[in-house]
């Protein structure tokens, strides 16, 4: 009698025992990847109707991985089918995905029901959450292994108490929440943004300005017996300046673009845990900056519609004037 398959794709592997599978693929989660079918042959097990049970845990063992997967810094393939996770907050760990069959075997439900919950805890569709769990847990990571170098047996051995450290963290922080002090630290990256912000309407203001005069210094130049090299050559200025004002303005978009995410990785944090601070003070503040970045945006668009459409003007009247 041959265990019924529980992976489906189109290539097939054979495994005498359970023993045998966890050699070669010691994670569930690197074999679903490689989207192996697998037919165990190891009747014992599953005549005494071990199969479901290791096979549970076995399954519910990649949570683990997911979630290492989710926090890490990064990851690379090593040898025998596992996944090396790279997890950095003050100093560098690697966590190797590395099951044996005596700790599978072995593993209580308590414990497998724990990982899977973590996992889940860690799913949320929140991003800011989702970071802020990040931190937390690759700080707890740090505070219970010295090593720099450890397995997930290793973790799986101190998995409850990994959890025990990381709430421990997130208790502590959200203990250490001043509103004050976060009402200071907000007002401070408020005034620093738009600092920079005016910075960058007092530049664009200064080059719309510019881009006019610059215009019309270069067509006083042409004349009726101005040579064509010369108009070319004042053509071409016109034009390279053009050119370096649209990659000046292609790089204040990308800063634009950094200012908008961090306004809106701080909106979310103040609207999800300190909901009367962000809608008593913080808002309106909001609102402003937001308001700013839209007149930056819209200066940096004017001004390259303008000075393009100068450049096209030029191109044209130069055209009919020496068509002519």
């Given amino acids: 009698m041959i265990p019924e398959i529980f992976f489906s794709n ?8 359970y023993e045998e599978l966890i050699k070669i693929y010691p994670s569930y989660y690197k074999l679903e990847l490689e989207k192996k079918e697998v037919f165990l042959l190891d ?5 005494d109707g071990q ?10 063992i990649k949570y683990l991985d997911l979630l290492l997967n989710r926090i890490s810094l990064d990851k690379k393939d090593t040898i025998n089918h596992t996944i090396t996770y790279e997890i950095v907050q003050k100093k560098k760990i690697l966590i190797q995905n590395f099951l044996d069959f005596e700790i599978l075997y072995n593993l209580d439900k308590k414990l497998l029901s724990l990982i899977k919950m973590s996992y889940n805890r860690f799913n949320s569709k929140n991003e800011l959450d989702k970071e802020i769990r990040t931190t937390f847990l690759k ?8 090593e720099e170098e450890i397995t997930f047996i290793d973790v799986i051995k101190k998995f409850e108490r990994l959890i025990q450290q990381y709430e421990i963290i997130t208790r502590a922080y959200i203990e250490e929440l001043n509103t004050e002090k976060v009402k200071y630290d907000y007002e401070k990256r408020i005034q620093e943004i738009n600092e920079k912000l005016s910075s960058m309407i007092g530049d664009i203001h200064t080059k719309q300005i510019i881009l006019p ?15 064509g090299s010369l108009v070319f050559m004042i053509f071409l200025g ?6 370096l004002l649209t990659m000046y303005s292609n790089t204040q978009k990308k800063l634009v673009e950094s200012v908008k995410n961090n306004i809106n990785y701080w909106e979310k944090f103040y609207k999800t845990n300190l909901k009367t601070l962000y809608k008593n003070e913080i808002k309106m503040k909001i609102s402003h900056i937001q308001d700013i970045i839209k007149k930056v945006e819209s200066g940096m668009f004017h001004t390259l519609l ?3 459409s100068l450049i096209i003007i030029l191109m044209i009247y130069l055209i009919l004037k020496y068509s002519s």
């Fill in 238 to 243: 016109l034009f390279v300046f053009t050119c």
């Fill in 213 to 227: 005069i610059a215009f019309v210094i270069g067509t006083a130049q042409i004349k009726d017996n101005t040579p």
């Fill in 139 to 146: 700080k707890a990571i740090e505070d219970t292994f010295n």
């Fill in 306 to 308: 303008l000075s393009w």
């Fill in 43 to 47: 009747l014992k097990i599953f005549l």
């Fill in 51 to 60: 199969k479901d049970n290791f096979t549970k845990s076995y399954k519910t």
């Fill in 10 to 17: 189109e290539n097939i592997i054979f495994f005498a025992n």
